[in-house]
Protein backbone atom coordinates (compact mmCIF):
# COMPACT_ATOMS: atom_id res chain seq x y z
CA UNK A 1 0.00 0.00 0.00
CA UNK A 2 2.65 2.42 1.07
CA UNK A 3 4.56 1.60 -2.36
CA UNK A 4 1.46 2.13 -3.75
CA UNK A 5 1.18 5.31 -2.41
CA UNK A 6 4.54 6.61 -3.28
CA UNK A 7 4.29 5.31 -7.01
CA UNK A 8 1.11 7.82 -6.63
CA UNK A 9 2.44 10.70 -5.14
CA UNK A 10 5.37 10.76 -7.49
CA UNK A 11 3.31 10.80 -10.69
CA UNK A 12 1.72 13.40 -9.35
CA UNK A 13 4.53 15.36 -8.76
CA UNK A 14 5.65 14.63 -12.08
CA UNK A 15 2.81 15.73 -13.99
CA UNK A 16 2.84 19.64 -12.17
CA UNK A 17 6.70 19.47 -12.64
CA UNK A 18 5.82 18.83 -16.38
CA UNK A 19 3.20 21.29 -16.48
CA UNK A 20 4.35 24.49 -18.40
CA UNK A 21 2.79 27.62 -20.05
CA UNK A 22 2.03 26.93 -23.72
CA UNK A 23 4.58 28.58 -25.73
CA UNK A 24 3.56 31.13 -28.27
CA UNK A 25 6.02 32.57 -31.52
CA UNK A 26 4.71 35.23 -33.15
CA UNK A 27 6.19 35.09 -37.20
CA UNK A 28 5.66 38.82 -39.18
CA UNK A 29 6.46 39.82 -42.95
CA UNK A 30 5.62 40.40 -46.36
CA UNK A 31 5.63 37.86 -49.36
CA UNK A 32 8.96 36.23 -47.93
CA UNK A 33 7.13 35.80 -44.85
CA UNK A 34 4.00 34.23 -46.55
CA UNK A 35 5.85 31.87 -48.81
CA UNK A 36 5.93 30.88 -52.16
CA UNK A 37 7.70 27.77 -51.91
CA UNK A 38 4.80 25.02 -53.73
CA UNK A 39 4.71 21.23 -51.94
CA UNK A 40 5.79 20.64 -55.19
CA UNK A 41 9.38 21.38 -54.90
CA UNK A 42 9.98 19.28 -51.97
CA UNK A 43 11.73 16.47 -53.99
CA UNK A 44 13.92 18.43 -54.66
CA UNK A 45 14.82 18.38 -50.89
CA UNK A 46 15.65 14.88 -51.09
CA UNK A 47 18.89 15.69 -54.18
CA UNK A 48 20.68 17.28 -51.49
CA UNK A 49 22.45 14.55 -49.10
CA UNK A 50 23.05 17.61 -46.87
CA UNK A 51 19.38 19.01 -46.84
CA UNK A 52 17.64 14.55 -46.93
CA UNK A 53 17.42 14.82 -43.21
CA UNK A 54 15.32 17.99 -43.37
CA UNK A 55 12.94 15.96 -45.84
CA UNK A 56 12.47 13.43 -44.03
CA UNK A 57 11.49 15.85 -40.68
CA UNK A 58 9.18 17.01 -43.32
CA UNK A 59 6.94 14.48 -44.45
CA UNK A 60 4.95 11.85 -42.71
CA UNK A 61 4.97 7.85 -43.51
CA UNK A 62 2.96 8.09 -46.25
CA UNK A 63 5.21 11.17 -48.13
CA UNK A 64 2.62 13.34 -47.70
CA UNK A 65 3.30 16.79 -45.95
CA UNK A 66 3.79 16.37 -42.14
CA UNK A 67 0.84 17.03 -39.72
CA UNK A 68 1.82 18.30 -36.23
CA UNK A 69 -0.98 17.81 -33.69
CA UNK A 70 0.63 19.67 -31.07
CA UNK A 71 1.84 22.95 -33.15
CA UNK A 72 -1.02 24.97 -34.26
CA UNK A 73 -1.32 28.30 -35.82
CA UNK A 74 -3.62 30.97 -36.51
CA UNK A 75 -2.74 33.01 -39.97
CA UNK A 76 -3.38 35.98 -40.44
CA UNK A 77 -3.23 37.31 -44.15
CA UNK A 78 -5.20 38.97 -46.95
CA UNK A 79 -7.64 42.02 -46.89
CA UNK A 80 -8.64 43.98 -44.21
CA UNK A 81 -11.88 41.96 -42.43
CA UNK A 82 -10.85 38.57 -43.75
CA UNK A 83 -11.05 36.07 -40.72
CA UNK A 84 -7.68 34.60 -40.17
CA UNK A 85 -6.91 30.73 -40.85
CA UNK A 86 -6.78 28.30 -37.58
CA UNK A 87 -5.43 24.74 -37.82
CA UNK A 88 -2.60 21.95 -36.90
CA UNK A 89 0.79 22.44 -39.07
CA UNK A 90 1.49 21.38 -41.73
CA UNK A 91 2.21 22.01 -45.05
CA UNK A 92 -0.26 24.81 -47.07
CA UNK A 93 -0.52 27.95 -44.60
CA UNK A 94 2.12 29.73 -47.47
CA UNK A 95 0.77 32.82 -49.52
CA UNK A 96 -2.50 32.71 -50.72
CA UNK A 97 -4.80 33.86 -53.38
CA UNK A 98 -7.73 33.11 -51.09
CA UNK A 99 -7.04 33.71 -47.06
CA UNK A 100 -9.05 30.74 -46.43
CA UNK A 101 -7.92 27.90 -49.12
CA UNK A 102 -4.59 26.83 -49.53
CA UNK A 103 -2.22 27.61 -52.51
CA UNK A 104 -0.17 24.18 -51.07
CA UNK A 105 2.72 26.88 -50.29
CA UNK A 106 4.99 27.25 -47.37
CA UNK A 107 6.67 29.74 -46.15
CA UNK A 108 8.94 29.65 -42.99
CA UNK A 109 6.81 28.72 -40.49
CA UNK A 110 6.77 24.71 -41.51
CA UNK A 111 9.89 23.95 -40.79
CA UNK A 112 10.16 26.62 -37.63
CA UNK A 113 7.33 24.83 -36.06
CA UNK A 114 8.67 21.31 -36.82
CA UNK A 115 12.06 22.04 -35.65
CA UNK A 116 11.23 24.35 -32.58
CA UNK A 117 8.74 21.34 -31.67
CA UNK A 118 11.48 18.94 -31.94
CA UNK A 119 13.73 21.13 -29.49
CA UNK A 120 11.54 21.71 -27.06
CA UNK A 121 9.71 18.62 -26.87
CA UNK A 122 6.05 20.39 -25.92
CA UNK A 123 2.94 22.05 -27.31
CA UNK A 124 3.66 25.20 -29.99
CA UNK A 125 1.14 27.80 -30.89
CA UNK A 126 2.24 30.11 -33.40
CA UNK A 127 0.72 33.22 -34.67
CA UNK A 128 1.63 34.30 -38.52
CA UNK A 129 0.88 37.92 -39.98
CA UNK A 130 1.79 38.24 -43.20
CA UNK A 131 0.97 40.64 -46.48
CA UNK A 132 2.75 40.35 -49.55
CA UNK A 133 4.42 43.97 -50.70
CA UNK A 134 4.48 45.12 -47.94
CA UNK A 135 7.33 47.83 -46.29
CA UNK A 136 8.78 49.06 -42.95
CA UNK A 137 8.51 52.83 -43.75
CA UNK A 138 4.80 53.00 -43.89
CA UNK A 139 2.67 49.89 -44.02
CA UNK A 140 4.62 48.43 -40.78
CA UNK A 141 5.79 51.73 -39.55
CA UNK A 142 5.97 51.53 -35.72
CA UNK A 143 4.35 54.55 -33.59
CA UNK A 144 7.43 55.77 -32.18
CA UNK A 145 9.16 55.91 -35.74
CA UNK A 146 6.65 59.45 -36.25
CA UNK A 147 4.91 60.36 -38.88
CA UNK A 148 6.53 59.75 -42.06
CA UNK A 149 8.19 62.26 -44.19
CA UNK A 150 9.06 62.73 -47.64
CA UNK A 151 12.19 63.66 -48.48
CA UNK A 152 13.20 66.96 -50.66
CA UNK A 153 13.67 64.95 -53.49
CA UNK A 154 10.95 62.93 -53.72
CA UNK A 155 8.81 66.24 -53.12
CA UNK A 156 10.50 68.30 -55.92
CA UNK A 157 9.70 65.16 -58.33
CA UNK A 158 6.31 64.87 -57.06
CA UNK A 159 5.63 68.42 -57.94
CA UNK A 160 7.70 68.25 -61.11
CA UNK A 161 4.98 65.31 -62.51
CA UNK A 162 2.04 67.91 -61.41
CA UNK A 163 0.96 65.83 -58.39
CA UNK A 164 -1.38 66.98 -55.69
CA UNK A 165 1.25 66.66 -52.87
CA UNK A 166 -1.66 67.50 -50.30
CA UNK A 167 -3.48 64.92 -51.89
CA UNK A 168 -0.91 62.60 -51.05
CA UNK A 169 0.53 63.40 -48.01
CA UNK A 170 -2.88 62.61 -46.89
CA UNK A 171 -3.15 59.68 -48.29
CA UNK A 172 0.34 58.36 -46.96
CA UNK A 173 -0.99 59.72 -43.13
CA UNK A 174 -4.06 56.99 -43.48
CA UNK A 175 -1.58 54.40 -44.96
CA UNK A 176 1.12 55.17 -42.26
CA UNK A 177 1.32 52.29 -40.15
CA UNK A 178 -1.54 50.18 -41.29
CA UNK A 179 -0.41 47.36 -41.02
CA UNK A 180 1.14 47.68 -37.64
CA UNK A 181 -2.23 48.10 -36.11
CA UNK A 182 -3.22 44.85 -37.92
CA UNK A 183 -0.79 42.65 -36.68
CA UNK A 184 -0.97 43.48 -32.93
CA UNK A 185 -4.64 43.50 -33.22
CA UNK A 186 -4.36 40.27 -34.63
CA UNK A 187 -1.76 39.22 -32.00
CA UNK A 188 -3.59 40.23 -28.88
CA UNK A 189 -6.94 38.81 -30.01
CA UNK A 190 -5.51 35.30 -30.14
CA UNK A 191 -3.41 35.81 -26.63
CA UNK A 192 -6.52 37.08 -25.08
CA UNK A 193 -7.58 33.08 -25.43
CA UNK A 194 -5.16 30.57 -26.76
CA UNK A 195 -7.50 28.04 -26.00
CA UNK A 196 -9.38 29.10 -29.12
CA UNK A 197 -6.22 28.12 -31.77
CA UNK A 198 -4.83 25.09 -29.90
CA UNK A 199 -6.59 22.62 -27.58
CA UNK A 200 -3.86 22.32 -25.37
CA UNK A 201 -3.67 25.47 -24.13
CA UNK A 202 -4.12 25.07 -20.52
CA UNK A 203 -5.46 28.41 -18.82
CA UNK A 204 -4.30 27.86 -15.01
CA UNK A 205 -0.92 27.24 -16.60
CA UNK A 206 -1.07 30.18 -19.04
CA UNK A 207 1.08 31.00 -21.98
CA UNK A 208 5.18 32.64 -22.75
CA UNK A 209 5.45 34.33 -25.54
CA UNK A 210 8.74 33.09 -26.51
CA UNK A 211 9.80 35.07 -29.79
CA UNK A 212 8.94 37.02 -32.47
CA UNK A 213 10.42 36.85 -35.60
CA UNK A 214 10.34 39.07 -38.32
CA UNK A 215 11.08 38.25 -41.89
CA UNK A 216 10.61 41.40 -44.84
CA UNK A 217 12.57 44.29 -46.51
CA UNK A 218 11.74 43.92 -50.41
CA UNK A 219 9.66 46.95 -50.55
CA UNK A 220 12.29 48.54 -48.39
CA UNK A 221 15.20 47.31 -50.77
CA UNK A 222 13.55 48.91 -54.12
CA UNK A 223 11.94 52.59 -52.37
CA UNK A 224 14.71 54.65 -54.37
CA UNK A 225 12.44 57.74 -53.66
CA UNK A 226 12.49 56.64 -49.62
CA UNK A 227 16.25 55.90 -49.52
CA UNK A 228 17.90 58.12 -52.12
CA UNK A 229 21.66 57.15 -51.71
CA UNK A 230 21.00 53.62 -50.87
CA UNK A 231 24.15 52.65 -52.62
CA UNK A 232 26.00 55.26 -50.57
CA UNK A 233 27.26 54.83 -46.94
CA UNK A 234 24.76 54.72 -44.55
CA UNK A 235 21.89 54.85 -47.55
CA UNK A 236 19.50 52.61 -45.15
CA UNK A 237 20.22 54.22 -42.02
CA UNK A 238 16.58 54.98 -41.49
CA UNK A 239 15.87 51.45 -41.64
CA UNK A 240 18.02 50.37 -38.94
CA UNK A 241 16.15 53.13 -36.62
CA UNK A 242 12.78 52.32 -37.89
CA UNK A 243 13.80 48.70 -36.96
CA UNK A 244 14.88 49.85 -33.70
CA UNK A 245 11.65 51.43 -33.16
CA UNK A 246 9.91 48.32 -34.42
CA UNK A 247 11.18 45.84 -31.78
CA UNK A 248 10.46 48.63 -28.61
CA UNK A 249 7.15 49.21 -29.59
CA UNK A 250 6.30 45.63 -30.20
CA UNK A 251 7.66 44.58 -26.80
CA UNK A 252 5.82 47.86 -25.08
CA UNK A 253 2.09 46.96 -26.44
CA UNK A 254 2.71 42.97 -25.97
CA UNK A 255 4.20 43.83 -22.44
CA UNK A 256 7.09 41.99 -22.76
CA UNK A 257 10.06 43.95 -22.32
CA UNK A 258 13.10 41.34 -23.73
CA UNK A 259 10.95 38.92 -25.82
CA UNK A 260 13.22 37.73 -27.89
CA UNK A 261 13.53 38.61 -31.31
CA UNK A 262 14.67 37.17 -34.88
CA UNK A 263 15.28 39.54 -37.32
CA UNK A 264 15.74 37.18 -40.95
CA UNK A 265 17.72 39.54 -42.86
CA UNK A 266 16.91 39.43 -46.76
CA UNK A 267 19.58 37.72 -49.17
CA UNK A 268 17.52 36.92 -52.10
CA UNK A 269 20.23 35.64 -54.61
CA UNK A 270 23.03 34.58 -51.97
CA UNK A 271 25.72 36.43 -50.53
CA UNK A 272 26.98 39.08 -52.51
CA UNK A 273 30.62 38.06 -52.77
CA UNK A 274 29.36 35.65 -55.00
CA UNK A 275 27.33 37.56 -57.33
CA UNK A 276 28.19 36.76 -60.96
CA UNK A 277 28.55 39.82 -63.61
CA UNK A 278 25.31 40.38 -64.10
CA UNK A 279 24.56 41.39 -60.32
CA UNK A 280 27.39 43.81 -60.08
CA UNK A 281 25.49 46.83 -60.14
CA UNK A 282 23.15 45.65 -57.25
CA UNK A 283 25.99 44.56 -55.23
CA UNK A 284 26.70 48.00 -52.63
CA UNK A 285 22.65 48.45 -52.20
CA UNK A 286 22.15 45.23 -51.28
CA UNK A 287 25.50 44.99 -49.11
CA UNK A 288 23.69 48.56 -47.63
CA UNK A 289 20.55 47.19 -46.99
CA UNK A 290 21.60 43.22 -45.55
CA UNK A 291 23.74 45.59 -42.69
CA UNK A 292 20.72 47.89 -42.35
CA UNK A 293 18.49 45.49 -41.41
CA UNK A 294 20.95 43.36 -38.79
CA UNK A 295 22.49 46.44 -37.17
CA UNK A 296 19.57 46.78 -34.62
CA UNK A 297 21.28 43.29 -33.46
CA UNK A 298 24.40 44.61 -32.65
CA UNK A 299 22.74 47.45 -30.39
CA UNK A 300 23.76 47.52 -26.65
CA UNK A 301 20.06 48.08 -25.87
CA UNK A 302 18.98 44.71 -27.25
CA UNK A 303 22.66 42.97 -26.61
CA UNK A 304 21.51 39.10 -25.67
CA UNK A 305 17.31 39.44 -26.49
CA UNK A 306 18.33 40.58 -30.12
CA UNK A 307 19.48 38.39 -33.30
CA UNK A 308 19.56 38.27 -37.08
CA UNK A 309 19.78 35.61 -39.37
CA UNK A 310 21.80 35.94 -42.69
CA UNK A 311 19.51 34.17 -45.04
CA UNK A 312 21.87 34.74 -47.81
CA UNK A 313 23.39 31.18 -46.46
CA UNK A 314 20.23 29.39 -46.90
CA UNK A 315 20.31 30.50 -51.00
CA UNK A 316 20.80 27.46 -53.30
CA UNK A 317 23.69 28.34 -56.48
CA UNK A 318 23.42 25.31 -58.57
CA UNK A 319 19.18 25.76 -58.44
CA UNK A 320 19.68 29.56 -59.61
CA UNK A 321 22.07 28.41 -62.19
CA UNK A 322 19.84 26.21 -64.36
CA UNK A 323 17.13 28.66 -63.37
CA UNK A 324 19.39 31.10 -65.67
CA UNK A 325 19.59 27.78 -68.34
CA UNK A 326 15.80 27.94 -68.75
CA UNK A 327 15.88 31.45 -69.06
CA UNK A 328 18.41 31.12 -71.74
CA UNK A 329 16.80 28.24 -73.23
CA UNK A 330 13.48 30.17 -73.13
CA UNK A 331 14.81 32.59 -75.68
CA UNK A 332 16.01 30.61 -78.12
CA UNK A 333 12.90 28.47 -78.32
CA UNK A 334 11.27 31.89 -79.03
CA UNK A 335 13.87 32.87 -81.48
CA UNK A 336 12.69 28.68 -82.96
CA UNK A 337 9.04 29.67 -83.12
CA UNK A 338 9.47 33.21 -85.04
CA UNK A 339 11.81 31.34 -87.71
CA UNK A 340 8.59 29.53 -89.60
CA UNK A 341 9.11 26.09 -89.26
CA UNK A 342 6.83 23.80 -89.73
CA UNK A 343 4.49 22.46 -86.59
CA UNK A 344 6.70 19.13 -86.77
CA UNK A 345 10.10 20.75 -87.58
CA UNK A 346 9.72 22.71 -84.78
CA UNK A 347 8.55 20.25 -82.24
CA UNK A 348 11.72 18.39 -83.37
CA UNK A 349 14.39 21.32 -83.04
CA UNK A 350 12.63 22.35 -79.90
CA UNK A 351 13.35 18.81 -78.64
CA UNK A 352 16.47 18.53 -79.43
CA UNK A 353 17.74 21.80 -77.91
CA UNK A 354 16.20 20.85 -75.03
CA UNK A 355 18.43 17.87 -74.68
CA UNK A 356 21.59 19.96 -75.39
CA UNK A 357 21.30 22.70 -73.05
CA UNK A 358 19.57 21.15 -70.01
CA UNK A 359 20.82 17.89 -68.31
CA UNK A 360 18.54 15.03 -66.65
CA UNK A 361 20.15 16.48 -63.12
CA UNK A 362 18.71 20.02 -64.72
CA UNK A 363 15.76 18.74 -65.47
CA UNK A 364 15.19 17.72 -61.81
CA UNK A 365 16.56 20.80 -60.36
CA UNK A 366 13.70 22.77 -62.23
CA UNK A 367 11.07 20.98 -60.10
CA UNK A 368 12.28 22.48 -57.33
CA UNK A 369 12.03 26.58 -58.59
CA UNK A 370 8.31 27.05 -58.12
CA UNK A 371 8.49 31.09 -58.16
CA UNK A 372 10.52 34.10 -58.96
CA UNK A 373 14.57 34.67 -57.35
CA UNK A 374 13.03 37.48 -55.35
CA UNK A 375 10.67 34.61 -53.54
CA UNK A 376 13.78 32.54 -52.77
CA UNK A 377 13.17 30.91 -56.47
CA UNK A 378 9.71 29.30 -55.00
CA UNK A 379 12.16 26.68 -53.31
CA UNK A 380 10.88 24.42 -50.79
CA UNK A 381 14.56 23.78 -49.87
CA UNK A 382 15.69 27.47 -49.51
CA UNK A 383 12.48 27.88 -47.27
CA UNK A 384 12.95 25.33 -45.21
CA UNK A 385 16.36 26.03 -44.26
CA UNK A 386 15.13 29.65 -43.62
CA UNK A 387 12.77 28.10 -41.35
CA UNK A 388 14.98 25.85 -39.24
CA UNK A 389 17.37 28.77 -38.62
CA UNK A 390 14.62 31.20 -37.65
CA UNK A 391 13.83 27.89 -34.91
CA UNK A 392 17.53 27.74 -33.79
CA UNK A 393 17.94 30.92 -33.10
CA UNK A 394 14.53 31.92 -31.74
CA UNK A 395 15.83 28.67 -29.21
CA UNK A 396 18.97 30.18 -28.47
CA UNK A 397 17.95 33.36 -27.27
CA UNK A 398 15.60 31.56 -24.92
CA UNK A 399 18.08 29.85 -23.41
Given at each position: ?26 L ?16 H????P?S ?8 G ?13 S ?22 R ?10 P ?27 L ?15 D ?9 G ?21 M????S ?21 G?V?F???ND????N ?7 D ?18 K ?8 F ?14 G?S ?17 PA??P ?10 T ?60 A??H ?24
Amino acid sequence: MMRLILVGCMALLGAFASAKPLKVFVLVGQSNMQGHAKISSFDHIGMDPKSAPMLAEMRGEDGAPRVLDDVWISYRTGKAGDAPVVGKLTAGFGARRNPVKSDDKIGPEFTFGIFMHKKLQEPVLIIKVAWGGKSLHTDFRPPSAGAFEFNDEELVRLKKNGKDVDAIRAEKVQATGLYYRFMMEHIKSVLADPGKVHPGYDAKEGYELAGFVWFQGWNDLVAGNVYPNRGGDGGYAKYSEMMAHFIRDVRKDLEQAKLPFVIGVLGVGGPTDQYGESQQRYLKSHDNFRMAMAAPALMPEFKGNVTAVLTEKFWDAELEAVGKKRHQLSIKEEELRQSGLAKKELSEAMLKLRAEMLTERDEQLLKGITNAAYHYLGSAKIMGKIGEGFADACYKLQK
